[in-house]
């Protein structure tokens, strides 16, 4: 058994489009948090939401349940969307720059059901800040202005973003406060 197999918590990071480079801050966290893994895709350009939805299937076979999705960007959409289908396998979500093209469905098929925290920044190419908020709202999460980030990733220069890891701190501390199992 490894000390990833053993951890308290397990998590499963959600890039977006493209994947995240070896600068963003999914990949830091990935490097210094042995209790999170990563969605692997064989095409990170396929914006169909179906795909992303099979591929999170796969992922979360590999996981012990329940355990906290981490996405970014359109990862954000795919992450909502698998966890209202399987509200069992999800304890939580932490939502990241969220980024919705044009073909992805805003709403989703039912309200989130676990503790959710959207972070989103003044200015994101991809989803202005009152659009985010509106997002939050519509999908029940908590929301968090990030500031002045762009889209928060590598290009923003945050590294491995301490700021995230408070949110990632606050849903893991939702997630005892609402009786849900440390150890899945």
């Known amino acids: 058994m490894s000390a990833r197999d053993s951890a308290p918590f397990h998590g499963l ?26 969605l692997t895709l064989p095409d990170w350009q396929n ?21 906290v999705l981490i996405a970014h960007g359109f990862g954000c959409v795919a ?11 999800v304890s939580g979500l932490l939502l990241v720059a969220p980024a919705l093209p044009e073909t992805s469905p805003r709403r989703l ?3 989130l059901t676990v503790p959710a925290r959207l972070v989103a920044s003044t200015s994101d190419p991809w989803m202005s800040l009152d659009e985010a908020r509106r997002l939050a ?4 999460c908590a929301f968090r202005n ?26 893991l501390s939702q997630r005892v406060s609402r009786g849900t199992a440390l150890t899945g």
Request: no cysteine; hydrophobic share 40%.
């Open 13 to 38: 990071l959600v890039p977006g489009l493209h994947g995240s480079d070896p600068d963003h801050w999914q990949q830091r966290w990935q490097t210094h948090l042995p209790w999170l893994h990563s």
């Open 79 to 89: 992450a909502a969307h698998w966890s209202v289908t399987r509200p069992r396998r």
């Open 109 to 111: 098929p039912a309200p």
């Open 146 to 171: 990030g500031g002045d980030l762009g889209h928060i990733n590598s290009a923003s220069g945050i590294g491995e973003w301490r700021r995230g890891f408070e949110d990632l701190r606050w849903l």
């Open 47 to 67: 914006t169909e939401l179906a795909f992303w939805l099979d591929r999170l299937d796969l992922a979360a076979d590999a996981l012990p349940s329940p355990f």
């Open 137 to 140: 709202r519509d999908w029940g």
